[in-house]
């Protein structure tokens, strides 16, 4: 079955940075875009970024531009965001999600994996 | 940038009543090529990662019970539960994709049993 599991989270002071993983299993990783969402304490969900199934396009909010990395390591079934220069305003539960299309652009997101928190606190 | 919104922001209905979320885009999600809104609903329980209801503005997906529907085209979208069951209670999202691949989720709307 298809599983999404992400690791990483943790407490971090503002500035610093942070490398979440999302691991995958139970589908052809290399055919899927991979979606990060986020969402922060008593706030909706927030769309953070997505990777092409080939890792050739990457695209992010507007919110974490030029401080986010997405990338991906198709032979080990796994996505990573790089998180540099933290804000107390990026607190929240991040999640992974497989987009829906195969080879698609980014659509829907039809599998999530439970979550990581990351803190970003002094 | 695609602005997504929700009316309610939050509900209360009975058990075994109808409950109806409507979702709304700041411009088409519409493609006339190919027939298609660019939209989902997605149900988020307290705990829980996020699931995937309806895509395509209407296509239930998978294991997603038939009490649950969708409508709409353009701008304008609706998801309703026709009778609510304790196990709703949840908060739901509408999520464009029209933009892809920048994708954008609605504010939500919180469900309850009154």
């Known amino acids: 079955q298809v599983q999404l599991v992400e690791s990483g989270g943790d407490v971090v002071q503002p500035g610093r940075s942070l490398r979440l993983s999302c691991a995958a299993s139970?589908?052809?990783?290399?055919?899927?875009?991979i979606h990060w969402v986020r969402q922060a304490p008593g706030k909706g969900l927030e769309w953070v970024a997505i990777i092409s199934y080939d890792g050739s396009n990457k695209n992010y909010a507007d919110s974490v531009k030029g401080r986010f990395t997405i990338s991906r390591d198709n032979s080990k079934n796994t996505v990573y965001l790089q998180m540099n220069s933290l804000r107390p305003e990026d607190t929240a539960v991040y999640y992974c999600?497989?987009?829906?299309?195969?080879?698609?652009?980014?659509?829907?997101?039809?599998?999530w994996g439970q979550g990581t928190l990351v803190t970003v606190s002094s | 940038d695609i602005v997504m919104t929700q009316s309610p922001d939050s509900l209360a209905v009975s058990l075994g009543e109808r409950a109806t979320i409507n979702c709304k885009s700041s411009q088409s999600v519409f493609y006339s090529s190919n027939n298609k809104n660019y939209l989902a609903w997605y149900q988020h329980k307290a705990g829980q990662p996020p699931k995937l209801l309806i895509y395509w503005a209407s296509i239930r997906e998978s294991g997603v019970p038939e009490r649950f529907s969708a409508s709409g085209s353009g701008t304008d979208f609706t998801l309703t539960i026709s009778s609510l069951q304790a196990e709703d209670v949840a908060v739901y999202y509408c999520q464009q994709y029209y933009s892809t691949p920048l994708i954008t989720f609605g504010p939500g709307t919180k469900v309850d049993i009154k």
């Open positions: 999600a497989r987009d829906g299309i195969p080879r698609g652009s980014g659509s829907f997101c039809n599998y």
């Open positions: 139970g589908f052809t990783f290399s055919s899927h875009a």
